[in-house]
């Protein structure tokens, strides 16, 4: 599975920002798909993940309420709504495919797409 974001930038806090993470490959084979980030100095933390076949969602207490993470089966995307955007939410954001093959479990990452958000 092969995984592309898109849609980083730079917005003041309280704007708005939409990723997408574009999914190839064995994309039957996703079970979930998540977004994480990274600021600098810091470790990857999770964002926000939803499964493939429910749409069950869950969100970092940090992001609950302003963030939403949606997918489109049919056209292999996924993709993060992000409004009212905090200076702490500064970071490179990756995209995470979760998948199976051959009851063996994989992880796919994005080359991760930058958000800034000015004070």
């Known amino acids: 599975v092969q995984l592309v974001e898109s849609g980083g930038g730079l917005v003041q806090a309280g704007g708005s920002l939409r990723l997408s993470c574009a999914a190839s490959g064995s994309t039957l084979s996703i079970r979930t798909m998540a977004w994480y980030r990274q600021a600098p100095g810091n470790a990857r933390e999770l964002v926000a993940d939803?499964?493939?076949?429910?749409?069950?969602?869950n969100y970092a207490d940090s992001v609950k309420g302003r963030f939403t993470i949606s997918r489109d089966n049919a056209k292999n995307m996924m993709y993060l709504q992000m409004d009212n955007l905090k200076p702490e939410d500064t970071g490179v954001y990756y995209c995470?495919?979760?998948?199976?093959?051959?009851?063996?479990?994989?992880?796919?990452w994005g080359q991760g797409t930058q958000v800034t958000v000015s004070s």
């Open positions: 995470n495919a979760h998948w199976r093959r051959m009851a063996a479990n994989f992880d796919s």
């Open positions: 939803i499964t493939i076949g429910g749409g069950s969602t």
